[in-house]
């Protein structure tokens, strides 16, 4: 089978500046091209080459400004049996005039049916030109079918994943040595270690985490918290809301420790710091893969019932889920519960990286996505004239 990935225009693949659209193709191609033939598009940066053949896998970058029309352009040159084309449904109807024998899958990683994103005929013309919609969550499906008339068998729901070779679990030998070291690299010791990686947006709500510190603090007082992550993607420039960060860490001193953008090849490590990993999110989450990776490195996750994160992290089972997402209180709670009931949080943490090597490894993400190539090309051949 010839299958083409179509990236969005945000980031480039592979993750050399993070995503994680762009993190789960990398984990996912080289099962992918391992028993067919893989064409990546992508755009141009300047750490990469416009064109390469990489461990089987051919890369092909264009530049933002004119990157939907260079790849309908090369997709008229191109025959691809199946075209996977990542969170764009605005552009299905241009990728499929340009490629009418393809089978189109689009793949859904946030709400991108809603009305302030898409207008109804277009997102009505993506779905009839799809072959097959996946989406990395349920609470994602429902938006999609919540808006328009899509027969539920055309739609899955695929899980994402993570590469559990990189996550060393923190009850280790081998993960306390690296325990040491990282926190000997953020000035850190014995400390209980709060762990927020991410995105430094509202949405994300790092913000509730620094006014949990006081109550933490009250209770907890060699308690800190470390927030890992830039404005944007692999980007560390200040907005008002970083500002407003700083502001209000600044009278928690070095109980609030910020350490901008760390690359997605050192986050395995990073987690390793940590005694207690939150995801803070205010918005309606798709389900953010941070829980795959804290489930993997084995530590004790706090998540807010926000969008997708409670379908893989279940309260009480591997986690905690808070419900009152917009209270920093609850978020203090939690955390004080993890630390004072460690026995229970080891139990979560281990039960998580279980479920991480039973189902969410790269390797069963892919097996699940060549599930849907084969589908989508065998729907395909059924429609196409003879």
């Known amino acids: 089978m010839n299958i083409a990935y179509i990236c969005t225009e945000k980031l480039p693949s592979p993750a050399v500046k993070g995503g994680a659209i762009q993190l789960m ?3 996912v191609a080289p099962f992918i091209a391992g028993k067919h033939t893989l064409t990546i598009f992508s755009i141009t940066d ?8 990489t461990n089987g896998i051919e890369y092909i970058r264009f530049p933002k400004e004119t990157y939907e029309q260079d790849i309908a352009n090369a997709l008229t040159k191109r025959a691809f049996d199946v075209i996977h084309v990542f969170n764009r449904p605005s552009r299905i109807p241009q990728y499929k005039e340009a490629a009418k024998q393809s089978a189109i899958v689009l793949s859904l990683h946030n709400d991108m049916f809603s009305p302030l994103k898409l207008r109804k005929e277009i997102a009505e013309q993506a779905i009839a030109d799809s072959t097959l919609i996946t989406s990395v969550s349920h609470y994602i499906k429902q938006t999609v079918l919540k808006r ?3 027969p539920e068998e055309k739609m899955r729901v ?7 070779t990189k996550y060393v679990p923190a009850w280790t030998a081998e993960g306390q040595q690296i325990r040491k070291k990282m926190r000997q690299m953020l000035g850190l010791k014995e400390e209980k270690v709060i762990l927020f990686i991410g995105r430094l947006s509202k949405t994300k709500g790092p913000h509730m985490l620094i006014h949990a510190m006081r109550t933490v603090l009250s209770q907890h007082p060699d308690a800190v918290l470390v927030i890992a992550g830039g404005r944007w993607f692999s980007e560390n420039s200040w907005n008002d809301y970083v500002r407003e960060l700083h502001r209000i860490a600044a009278p928690f001193g070095n109980r609030v420790v910020f350490t901008n953008y760390v690359p997605s090849a050192q986050i395995p490590q990073l987690f390793l710091i940590a005694d207690v990993f939150v995801c803070s999110s205010q918005w309606h989450e798709p ?6 990776e804290a489930m993997a490195a084995g530590i004790p ?3 807010t019932n926000r969008g997708g994160n409670a379908e893989i992290i279940q309260h ?5 889920v808070i419900d009152d997402y917009a209270n920093p209180a609850a978020f203090a709670e939690a955390i004080h519960d993890l630390f004072v009931h460690l026995d229970e949080a080891q139990i979560m943490a281990r039960r998580a990286r279980a479920q991480v090597e039973e189902k969410f490894q790269f390797r069963h993400v892919a097996d699940r996505l060549m599930v849907v190539y084969d589908e989508a090309l065998e729907r395909n051949k059924e429609k196409m004239p003879y």
């Open 287 to 292: 389900l953010a893969r941070v829980h795959y």
């Open 25 to 27: 193709i990398d984990g």
């Open 316 to 320: 009480q089972q591997n986690g905690l």
């Open 46 to 53: 300047p750490l990469l080459p416009a064109q390469e053949m």
């Open 148 to 150: 328009y008339d899509v």
């Open 301 to 303: 996750i706090i998540t």
């Open 158 to 164: 695929i899980y994402s994943g993570v590469d559990v």
